[in-house]
């Protein structure tokens, strides 16, 4: 399965991740790396590769895109994005605000529906949450510090004891996955199980 690294689809997608979040007050740094490893992850799953091929490194806050910092300070010096600084208690949120729209015929629906699906099921969690929620995740207990999250990893199911915070999360993502299928359902009628398998994962 190919992983390679689309520098144009991850621009792109923190464009459209940042457009997606403009009303959601906890969205930072920090949640702009979860949503990309997530939406990554989850897209090498369904889709058998990942939607930018970005390497992604554990750090403490949890996964991270190698690429991010240097694609983020060239899309600030072109314009393209800024990144604006609010107190929140102890620490700084970093926002990312998108100052042009997204080129969408990047993505294919598919890829949309899952970075659609994960913004929606972490909206309401914080940075905290969404560092506690990746700290489950096997392929980042499983990396050295700063060394590479491999992609295969997202078939492995995390043994780690769930909090209120990761159920809910998960609870919201899979409310999603049946209201996909059932929109699926209505427009195209009987999905087949390949089809089903293909689109949410199973």
């Known amino acids: ?3 390679d690294f689309t520098e144009e689809k991850f621009e ?28 990554d992850f989850d897209a090498y799953r369904r889709l058998g590769q990942p939607i930018t091929g ?10 991270a895109p190698r690429e991010l910092l240097p694609i983020r300070e060239r899309m600030t010096d072109g314009e393209s994005i800024e990144i604006r600084t609010t107190p929140v208690g102890p620490y700084t949120l970093q926002r990312i605000v998108a100052l042009v729209g997204p080129d969408e015929s990047l993505f294919t629906e598919a890829e949309l529906r899952i970075v659609d699906q ?10 905290a949450e969404v560092t506690a929620l990746s700290h489950t995740e096997p392929g980042w207990i499983q990396a050295d510090n700063r060394g590479d999250i491999e992609y295969e990893t997202a078939w492995m199911q995390s043994s780690e004891p769930a909090t209120p915070v990761v159920e ?5 993502w899979k409310a999603k996955d049946l209201e996909n299928y059932q929109r699926d359902l209505e427009k195209n009628g009987e999905l087949s199980l390949d089809e089903i398998k293909e689109r949410y994962g199973l």
């Open 1 to 3: 399965m190919t992983t």
């Open 12 to 39: 792109n997608l923190i464009l459209y991740i940042s457009k997606k979040s403009e009303d959601d007050p906890r969205f930072g740094a920090v949640k702009l790396n979860k949503i990309l490893y997530y939406s």
């Open 54 to 63: 970005a390497t992604y490194q554990r750090i403490d806050e949890g996964p």
């Open 118 to 127: 994960t913004i929606e099921a972490m909206w309401p969690m914080n940075a």
């Open 168 to 172: 809910q999360f998960w609870a919201r």
